[in-house]
């Protein structure tokens, strides 16, 4: 047994890439409780989540056919669908065959058997009567069990596809919204270790120890919160000067310049708001002096009841916005390699 002490994440990794037996390892993550980690000889750190097939929490992996899927139960246009599907991480499914087909049809059966369809990702949206998948393969190469007359493109606007309840496919119109399923292949799984996350383009702060990622599309105050929340993170919250600090450094890093269209430049949104007009919080309901800062900018804040949404001016102070106004914005995610997340996938020993 190893016994380590005020281990950070990132050396207690090193230490298990060298591990190849099974060991015990009893952790004691930055001063707070211990844990016994069992590092079977079938998972590696390092491979990230792709043997343990965990990709999100709200998503179910099948064996049959080894991807991880999600049924959406809030009614989406085909193109939101699509859209919603992009931003898990995942895209908007479709079967590969008879044999994926009937086992997501047993997840449906089991899970939502109210449903009579959803969306899949198939459309002619291209080229009219020329089916396609969401990535580009022709229809024919993939499960195409149509319903019987089916596709006739009723009324000449059918151009997005539906599968029902009895495996048949069946063209429908776009703009209606219905659930849908989301699709993450087991083998297109690339896991962030270090921010124990499924997204490569968060950094790891080995001081902070969280990690960060700099949205370079620019989004009103409410959908940078959706945005974040969907990627299992949050609008990023200053807890102190060091963490200022490190934002601004990360903005100065990110390639602005490059970005055209019509937004506000200057500050990036943050997990702060007073839209409830009783003061400033962050997103988790504590004030800015509770959350250990509260470096305003000069004369800031100005807007009163017209800019109730928090951002942070480029050099790290603070600044109130309109929420309406596209900014760049910042996510964080909170590290849960060494607590919530081993504890729920693998089982803790204390």
Same mark, same amino acid.
Request: a negative charge.
């Given at each position: 047994m190893c016994t380590i002490k005020a281990l950070t994440v990132l050396l207690l990794i090193q230490l298990?890439?060298?591990c190849s037996r @099974?060991?015990?390892?009893?952790?004691?993550? #930055?001063?707070?409780k211990e844990y016994i980690i069992i590092i079977a000889p079938n998972y590696s750190l390092l491979d990230g989540q792709p043997r343990q097939k965990f990709f999100r929490k709200d998503y179910t992996f099948l064996e049959d056919s080894q991807a991880f899927y999600k049924i959406h139960t809030i009614h989406k246009t085909w193109q939101d669908a699509? @859209?919603?599907?992009?931003? =898990?991480? /995942?895209?908007?499914?479709? /079967? =590969? !065959?008879?044999?994926?087909a009937d086992a997501v049809q047993g997840l449906w059966n089991k899970t939502q058997p109210q449903f009579a369809w959803v969306y899949v990702g198939i459309s002619d949206l291209l080229a009219k009567g020329v089916f396609e998948t969401v990535d580009g393969r022709p229809v024919l190469d993939i499960y195409n069990n149509w319903g019987q007359g089916e596709p006739n493109d009723a009324d000449g606007n059918e151009d997005c596809v539906i599968l029902r309840r009895d495996n048949t496919l069946n063209d429908d119109k776009c703009d209606r919204k219905y659930p849908f399923i989301c699709k993450k292949s087991l083998l297109y799984l690339?896991?962030?270790?270090?921010?124990?996350?499924? !997204?490569?383009?968060?950094?790891?702060?080995?001081?902070?120890?969280?990690c960060y990622k700099f949205h370079l599309t620019p989004m009103n105050w409410t959908d940078a919160h959706a945005m974040c929340s969907i990627e299992q993170s949050y609008l990023a919250i200053i807890n102190s000067q060091a963490e /200022? !600090?490190?934002?601004?450094?990360?903005t100065e890093e990110a390639p602005k310049s490059k970005i055209k269209g019509n937004f506000l430049s200057g500050a990036v949104y943050l997990g702060y708001h007073n839209r409830d007009d009783d003061g400033w919080k962050t997103i988790k309901g504590t004030t800015l002096e509770e959350s250990g800062y509260t470096g305003w +900018?000069?004369?800031?804040? !100005? +807007?009163?009841?017209?800019?109730? %949404? +928090?951002?942070?001016?480029?050099?790290?102070?603070?600044?109130?916005? +309109?929420?309406?106004? @596209? %900014?760049? #914005?910042?996510? =964080?995610?909170?590290?849960?390699?060494?607590?919530?997340?081993?504890?729920e996938r693998f089982g803790v020993m204390e």
């Open positions: 298990i890439s060298h @099974k060991y015990l390892l009893k952790v004691s993550p #930055f001063g707070t699509k @859209k919603r599907c992009q931003m =898990e991480g /995942a895209s908007l499914f479709y /079967a =590969e !065959d008879e044999i994926e690339d896991w962030n270790t270090l921010c124990d996350i499924p !997204d490569p383009s968060y950094v790891f702060n080995k001081d902070l120890g969280k /200022a !600090d490190y934002l601004v450094k990360v +900018g000069n004369q800031q804040p !100005d +807007g009163g009841v017209n800019e109730p %949404c +928090g951002s942070m001016f480029y050099n790290g102070r603070l600044n109130d916005l +309109g929420c309406h106004q @596209k %900014c760049f #914005f910042i996510c =964080e995610h909170d590290i849960g390699l060494l607590n919530s997340a081993v504890e």
